[in-house]
């Protein structure tokens, strides 16, 4: 087990629940929200359809999460601004540029442009999310290990907890995803290798196809592998499945030794088919509800992200030695 610097260890303490349990509510999705709100052409979508959407999650479902992924676009400084984050909750943002270049079968990740950890530092937010996505075999992988290591250094530099989001996918330029066993193997094995690089929190994939495999002993199962694959704490991410279907996946992975979960769209998806009172209204009862549940899960089962490091020696002469001019 690895230790923590100060730092980082406050930071993951303002972006968890009191016993040190993450329910984080994932709102960074930029490309996604456009074709969301509009799906018939996600051209119609305006950035201040996506802001407004952004302020009208984070105000209903206010004081539930123990902290919120934002973007920095549309989410981040705009919650800040208005007064709508609560002072209380963490803030993580994504570091990421929305979607990857390259080939599908070959995908390229990098940072948002004009965007750092430091910059992100230097706003007030708690942590920094890394999306990468990534397959052990493909053409990219040493792309995407380095950029993993070299964001794992800036964090260190700036003092900052770092989660890491994989999204793998399929090799097989006729098929996206990953299904049956083959997911298990590249989500275990990405996490093997990408955990060992320097992040603090590892935000996952549920590692079974749902679809194919009904089986929640191997789904238990998988998650345990996925536990001992990963070098640091991990939490789940929703990934875009139904409330019901993601609610019975938290058990099982909090069961497993989870940290708790990133949940986005199970949240609070069909709200972007709603306007006006009709939004509002699935917000504050059916969204906020939703959210209530799934913290109750991971206050309930989850692993304290603490037991996954050594603890700090803070003595009355730590300062002397602590990065930093």
């Not at 570091?95 to 390259?102: I, K, N, P």
């Amino acid at each position: 087990m690895k230790t923590l610097s100060i730092g980082k260890i406050r930071g993951l303490q303002q972006c968890s629940t009191a016993d040190g349990k993450f329910a984080i509510l994932a709102l960074d999705h930029r490309n996604n929200m456009r074709r969301l709100l509009h799906p018939e052409s996600e051209d119609l979508t305006t950035a201040i359809e996506i802001i407004e959407f952004k302020y009208q999650v984070v105000s209903a479902l206010r004081n539930i999460p123990s902290a919120y992924l934002l973007d920095p676009l549309f989410g981040a400084a705009q919650c800040i601004s208005s007064g709508i984050l609560p002072g209380g909750g963490g803030l993580l943002v994504a570091l990421e540029a929305t979607g990857y270049t390259g080939d599908q079968v070959a995908r390229q990740s990098k940072i948002l442009s004009n965007w750092s950890v430091n910059k992100i530092k230097r706003m007030g937010a708690n942590g920094v999310k890394l999306l990468v996505y990534y397959h052990p075999e493909a053409k990219t992988h040493h792309d995407i290990e380095s950029l993993v290591g070299k964001v794992a250094e800036d964090c260190i530099e700036a003092d900052i907890p770092f989660f890491l989001e994989i999204l793998t996918y399929s090799l097989d330029p006729n098929s996206s995803t990953l299904m049956n066993d083959e997911r298990y193997e590249v989500i275990i094995e990405s996490a093997k290798r990408l955990t060992a690089l320097g992040p603090d929190v590892l935000k996952a994939e549920f590692p079974m196809d749902v679809q194919q495999e009904d089986d929640q002993e191997k789904w238990q199962k998988a998650c345990e592998g996925l536990t001992q694959a990963s070098q640091v704490p991990w939490i789940l991410l929703s990934a875009s499945v139904d409330f019901e279907m993601f609610l019975r996946q938290v058990e099982i992975a909090c069961r497993a030794n989870a940290s708790g979960v990133a949940v986005g769209r199970a949240v609070w998806k069909e709200a972007t088919d709603l306007r006006d009172v009709e939004r509002l209204h699935f917000l504050q009862s059916t969204a906020r509800a939703r959210m209530q549940r799934i913290n109750q899960i991971v206050v309930d089962q989850a692993k304290p992200w603490a037991s996954y490091f050594d603890p700090v020696c803070a003595n009355d002469c730590w300062y002397k030695n602590y990065p930093g001019s």
